[in-house]
């Protein structure tokens, strides 16, 4: 399945509501009121103007935008762009990323993935059905789990695992060893399905 833009459960329930025409339409309005009407009362002109902004913010959300606007009115002097509040609302939007994922051992891209991303349909590893695991796999990038572990099945116990190919016992073995034993307080016996015994 496609990956939501922003992961708006871990992130915190201020990131759930996006900037729709009436939350754009609110902080336009408290822009006109530091920096004066734009083009004094010409209604097509505005009209089109909060089009635009809608179409250019509308993929943030709601709260990032209103505290952006907060932020240029301490510190601007002319109306801004819609890209000066995108940069503001994307680093606050960073900001909480970074916060959020050391807090909670979540890699950053399963918070905040990037446009290439999105468009990407992207498979869980059945692995996440067990809790340690899945708690594990959050701390990975989507796309390891997807190229990695998606096949992977358990053995008989949590530290033993059967991954597709022995290209990716390799591959997890040489880039994952230290985490996967650091996370389950032994090692993790990487195997494909061909082996047997632990």
């Known amino acids: 399945m496609p990956m939501p833009a922003l992961d708006a459960k871990l992130l ?53 935008v209103e505290r952006g606007i907060s932020e240029w009115i301490k510190v601007g002097d002319r109306w801004p762009k819609p890209s000066d509040i995108r940069k503001i ?62 096949k992977a099945r358990l053995g008989e116990y949590e530290h033993v695992v059967f991954v597709d190919n022995s290209f990716c016992v390799e591959w997890l073995h040489r880039n994952y060893s230290e985490a996967l034993e650091k996370h389950f307080g032994r090692k993790v016996a990487l195997k494909t399905p061909n082996e047997t015994g632990i």
Request: proline share 5%.
């Open 12 to 64: 915190g329930t201020d990131f759930v509501r996006s900037s729709d025409d009436e939350v754009v339409s609110k902080q336009l309005y408290r822009l006109a009121a530091v920096f004066g009407d734009p083009w004094g009362r010409d209604t097509t002109q505005i009209q089109q103007m909060a089009n635009e902004w809608l179409e250019a913010l509308s993929d943030l959300p709601a709260s990032t």
């Open 89 to 150: 609302a994307d680093r606050q939007v960073q900001d909480r990323v970074v916060k959020v994922a050391f807090e909670r051992k979540v890699h950053e891209r399963r918070l905040k993935p990037t446009d290439a991303m999105l468009a990407f349909r992207y498979q869980s590893s059945p692995l996440r059905r067990n809790p340690n695991w899945d708690r594990f796999l959050d701390t990975v990038h989507p796309t390891v789990e997807h190229n990695y572990f998606v």
